[in-house]
């Protein structure tokens, strides 16, 4: 039996690129679909402070500074999806970090063609996505939703 208690969170953004190339309705929609269930979304500009906190784990890699000027170039949409083992389940739909060598059929590997702009964020393990979902929102900005289909995704 489903239980609620089940549900997972991730946190995703779609990257500045993936703005640009107006590639968000398409984006949603991999993750509408498939069944998971949306309960934070912001456009926004990220702040340099932002950035470097989120990727706080690259810090002394050669390509931060970049990645960071990347991300707070233009806007991303910042999400958070819930629903039954999405962490990983978000991870196999955005595909592989480099999208030249990502599956086709998952969103780097259909849009992408290089490491450095690969369109999407998604968190990479459940503890992960705690952090990053408090990081990038308020809990007064995500909403508590059950949707009508509940019942037909689930045993
Ligand atoms: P992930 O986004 O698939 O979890 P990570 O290894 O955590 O991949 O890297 C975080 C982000 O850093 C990548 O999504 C990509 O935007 C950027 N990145 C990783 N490796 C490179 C690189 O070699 N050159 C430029 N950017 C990179």
Not at 101 to 108: F, H, L, V
Request: aromatic share 10%; charged share 25%.
């Amino acid at each position: 039996m489903f239980l609620e208690t089940d549900l997972e969170r991730t946190f995703l953004a779609i990257k500045p690129d993936g703005v640009q190339r107006g590639l968000v309705g398409e984006i949603i929609r991999r993750f509408e679909t498939k069944g998971f269930t949306l309960v934070g979304l912001k456009f926004m500009k990220v702040s340099k402070e932002l950035a470097e906190k989120h990727y706080d784990v690259h810090r002394e890699r050669p390509f931060f500074p970049g990645l960071v000027e990347f991300i707070i170039s233009s806007p991303v949409v910042a999400m958070v999806w819930e629903g039954e083992g999405v962490v990983a389940a978000a991870r196999k739909i955005i595909g592989a970090t480099n999208p030249l060598t990502a599956e086709p059929g998952t969103i780097r590997g259909d849009f992408g063609v290089n490491v450095g702009r690969n369109l999407i964020h998604g968190s990479d393990a459940q503890e992960t996505a705690q952090t990053e979902i408090a990081l990038w929102f308020k809990e007064e900005e995500l909403v508590a939703w059950q949707p009508h289909s509940a019942p037909w995704l689930s045993e």
